[in-house]
């Protein structure tokens, strides 16, 4: 459980005191709906762009601990929440596309609510055998669980989670939905590798006590097997930057 | 004592690993010689200048713990080692002045030592009623030491510790040295409080048990007298951007 956090910001000079007092705001709000004391950090100057650094801090039973490794082959992944929301928020204000879910996408992008209680959920059921938080996107932190455990991966394209508004920005800006929800980033969702007995029960669970979406989304396999994307028949390699969805993988073709 | 560091780095993505690679070899080593461990931190992406933020998270026993507040007027102020010599390295580098003592300086600037040893010596002697560290410069940090009790200050030029290199390079520059030990920051030495009966026996207690020279500089007084600086019979002003040498403190006259 999180407990204290530290604050480091480097701003420029010519920041107005009220932008810092809006952060830290936001951040109150935040650590008090978590039970979080901001016990310090550090105010320095840049001529660059502002840098905001959190520390925090928190506590678990020793044996509750979930780790990036400990997943085999065959255990299923599932995934909290939805995919690509605040990659969709980002594009469709950078765009200035208009879309109907704009401000739901912007609030999961301004906003995001950390997977707190979803993760205690995960490590009290004891089933969980391997966890990552998504905030640099599927592709890249499944890349690095798949590295940290030494296996491949098997995703269900159909399966994914994708937020509804990423298709209404991806069809705006004429773009691969799919491929957005695999680079996503900034979702802050957790990434659980289960059994294959247990998995559908761990979401089921996290859905019943929490009221977070979890949904099963593939399968570690042998190393051997690669790391792809099953696609309406078709198997796309997966990268740890999305996914090439022009790119037929052969059995020989591993992506790194 | 210190126990565990994070590390969070915002380089521009032009950055040349070697670099990183650098940073880190330093932190390794003066981790490795305070028994830290680098547990964590972020590596991130920035459009502007480095930004470099650490966190260290220490241990201490509850009843040896000195706070910023505790100090009493009478308190004597005694500061570890030397002022000035990052700033005066600073200086020299940016003027390209060539001095005798360049490097010796120059490594006061780019390697700090902490002064956990002489930390230590300071609460477990129980003596000491307040401490702070000296890393925005004696000027400002010794203001915040004395609106954290309620006090004002009175400092003796003449006893200030100031760096010999300080000396060369204000002569060079044709500047004022006491202003600049005043102002400095980057040293990171200890600024302690401690009873009259104590002070100059904790100050020979932390140059015999480290070998760390420590100076007794002055003492709070009543918040009614002010803060300022005893040189040459002269009573200036101490302000938390250094002193005004040219200005004479009328007793009305207090700095904020």
């Not at 890349?143 to 491949?152: P, V």
């Not at 969702?189 to 247990?198: D, F, K, R, T």
């Given at each position: 459980?999180p407990?204290?956090?530290?604050?480091?910001?480097?701003?420029?000079?010519t920041?107005?005191?009220r932008?810092?007092?809006?952060?830290?705001?936001?951040l109150?709000?935040?650590?008090?709906?978590?039970g979080?004391?901001?016990?310090g950090?550090?105010?320095a100057?840049?001529?660059?762009?502002?840098?905001?650094?959190?520390?925090?801090?928190?506590?678990?039973e020793?044996?509750?601990?979930?780790?990036?490794t400990?997943?085999?082959?065959?255990d299923?992944?599932?995934?909290?929440?939805t995919?690509?929301?605040?990659?969709?928020?980002?594009?469709a204000?950078?765009?200035?596309v208009?879309i109907?879910?704009?401000?739901?996408?912007?609030?999961?992008?301004?906003?995001?609510?950390?997977?707190?209680?979803?993760?205690r959920?995960?490590?009290?059921?004891?089933?969980?055998t391997?966890?990552i938080d998504l905030?640099?996107?599927?592709?890249?932190?499944?890349?690095?669980l798949?590295?940290?455990?030494?296996?491949?991966?098997?995703l269900?394209?159909d399966?994914?989670?994708?937020?509804?508004?990423?298709?209404?920005?991806a069809?705006?800006?004429?773009?691969d939905?799919?491929?957005?929800?695999?680079?996503?980033?900034e979702e802050?969702?957790?990434l659980?590798?289960?059994?294959p007995?247990?998995?559908q029960a761990l979401?089921?669970?996290?859905?019943?006590e929490?009221?977070?979406?979890?949904?099963v989304?593939?399968?570690?396999?042998?190393?051997?097997?690669?790391?792809?994307?099953?696609?309406?028949?078709?198997?796309?390699?997966?990268?740890p930057t999305g996914?090439?969805?022009?790119?037929?993988?052969?059995?020989?073709?591993?992506?790194a």
């Amino acid at each position: 459980m999180p407990r204290h956090a530290l604050i480091s910001l480097a701003v420029p000079p010519t920041l107005e005191l009220r932008w810092v007092d809006d952060l830290y705001y936001g951040l109150e709000e935040l650590s008090a709906a978590f039970g979080v004391t901001i016990v310090g950090g550090n105010l320095a100057t840049t001529t660059g762009p502002i840098v905001v650094d959190v520390t925090v801090l928190g506590e678990v039973e020793e044996d509750l601990v979930v780790r990036r490794t400990g997943a085999r082959e065959g255990d299923r992944l599932l995934v909290t929440g939805t995919l690509g929301a605040p990659a969709a928020a980002l594009l469709a204000w950078e765009a200035r596309v208009e879309i109907p879910e704009r401000d739901r996408l912007l609030t999961a992008h301004r906003r995001p609510r950390p997977r707190v209680h979803e993760g205690r959920v995960v490590s009290q059921s004891r089933w969980a055998t391997a966890m990552i938080d998504l905030s640099d996107g599927l592709a890249t932190d499944l890349t690095r669980l798949c590295d940290a455990n030494g296996l491949g991966v098997r995703l269900e394209a159909d399966a994914l989670p994708v937020d509804p508004g990423l298709y209404q920005v991806a069809h705006q800006l004429r773009i691969d939905a799919l491929d957005l929800a695999l680079r996503g980033g900034e979702e802050y969702e957790l990434l659980v590798a289960a059994p294959p007995a247990h998995a559908q029960a761990l979401a089921e669970r996290i859905r019943t006590e929490v009221g977070t979406a979890a949904t099963v989304i593939g399968e570690f396999v042998p190393a051997a097997q690669g790391r792809a994307v099953e696609c309406q028949g078709r198997r796309v390699p997966l990268l740890p930057t999305g996914w090439d969805h022009f790119r037929q993988e052969s059995t020989a073709d591993r992506s790194a």
